[in-house]
């Protein structure tokens, strides 16, 4: 796996780490056993990792939904699931690489699994184009969900992209209609759907596979109409600045905690402390019990009553006047 570089306020537990291997590199060159002066370090790791974890700013969240060393939607469609069959293209224009899809299982249940994929390095981010879909990739999308319904068979997103891409072929191949048709279809999918925002879930890139009956958030993703620079850029004119960019952060309300408490979301997923990219197993254990729990309760609902609280649940959201 590529390593990605470590974040400002993850330095102390880097440190830490480092210390650490180096011990087990002594010890592995003159063979005598470190147990005695690891456990002190380990002990500390453990609780410098509680310390700054517990205490992240909004900010800091969005670097830790953005770094490379996370668990992505093809990790999990490993870790979590089995018997995966990628389907590919649209049907009308080319494949999108930044968009992954296909038939899986999930604990013995057959489910269509589609997600954004960003790369750990830039031959792959150029090849995922950094987890940016074109309106191909939506499309091709939209195909694996009406496949799905057409077998009634679950669907399952995985949500983490910057947005989607904004060039002048992507405008030009109709990417605000590819979006635009996405929500329109997936608010009448006559099958349970299941979203789930895995790292940055960015604007109307990302609402194109969050229409579902159950949202569901990773502890430490992200979730909002824009980026924090973006934010910035548009509000204050500087999206460079880390105070400004910490303040747009803020008035987002972007974390997994403010989007429960504004019912945007349904339910967060814990992540290991140290974030999911310290320990994918784990996450991804969590990220496959509350598939199932979740998917469970959503297959004991008939077709028609499972669009109809689809849709009320959108609807109820944010407050308008007339």
């Known amino acids: ?4 570089p470590v974040l400002e306020f993850e330095r102390p537990i880097a440190d830490i780490e480092k210390q650490i291997e180096e011990v087990k590199k002594r010890a592995a060159e003159g063979a005598f056993d470190v147990s005695e002066a690891l456990l002190p370090l380990e002990k500390k790791l453990s609780e410098v990792r509680v310390e700054i974890y517990r205490n992240l700013t909004p900010l800091q969240r969005v670097q830790v939904a953005r770094i490379a060393r996370r668990p992505f939607t093809a990790d999990y469609i490993r870790l979590a699931m089995s018997d995966f069959i990628e389907l590919h293209g649209d049907r009308q224009y080319r494949d999108d690489a930044a968009i992954i899809g296909g038939w899986a299982r999930l604990d ?3 489910v269509m699994v589609i997600g954004h994929q960003r790369g750990r390095d830039t031959k792959e981010n150029l090849k995922r184009n950094f987890g940016m879909p074109h309106p191909e990739g939506y499309r091709k999308a939209l ?8 077998f009634q068979v679950p669907v399952l997103t995985f949500i983490d992209t910057p947005g989607a891409w904004a060039g002048l072929g992507a405008e030009e191949r109709g990417q605000s209609e590819a979006i635009a048709r996405n929500l329109l279809e997936m608010s009448q999918l006559q099958v349970p759907i299941i ?3 895995i790292g940055e ?3 109307g890139g990302a609402l194109a596979l969050g229409v579902a009956d159950r949202v569901l958030m990773l502890e430490n993703a992200v979730y909002s109409v824009i980026t924090v620079e973006g934010c910035a850029s548009i509000l204050w004119k ?3 600045s880390p105070e400004l960019r910490e303040k747009a952060a803020k008035a987002l309300r ?3 905690a403010d989007l429960i408490e ?3 979301v349904d339910e967060i997923i814990p992540e290991p402390i140290g974030g999911a990219h310290s320990d994918h197993e784990t996450t991804a254990a969590s990220l496959r019990e509350t598939l199932i729990r979740n998917l469970e309760e959503l297959q004991k609902l008939k077709p028609d009553k499972l669009v109809r609280r689809r849709r009320e649940k959108f609807l109820r959201m944010g407050q308008f006047t007339e």
Do not use: N, Q
């Open 238 to 240: 500087d999206g460079k």
């Open 143 to 150: 195909r694996l969900m009406k496949l799905a319904e057409k």
């Open 262 to 264: 504004l019912k945007v």
């Open 195 to 197: 979203a789930t925002v």
């Open 201 to 203: 879930g960015g604007s």
């Open 108 to 110: 013995g249940e057959t």
């Open 254 to 256: 972007l974390t997994s």
């Open 1 to 4: 796996m590529a390593t990605a």
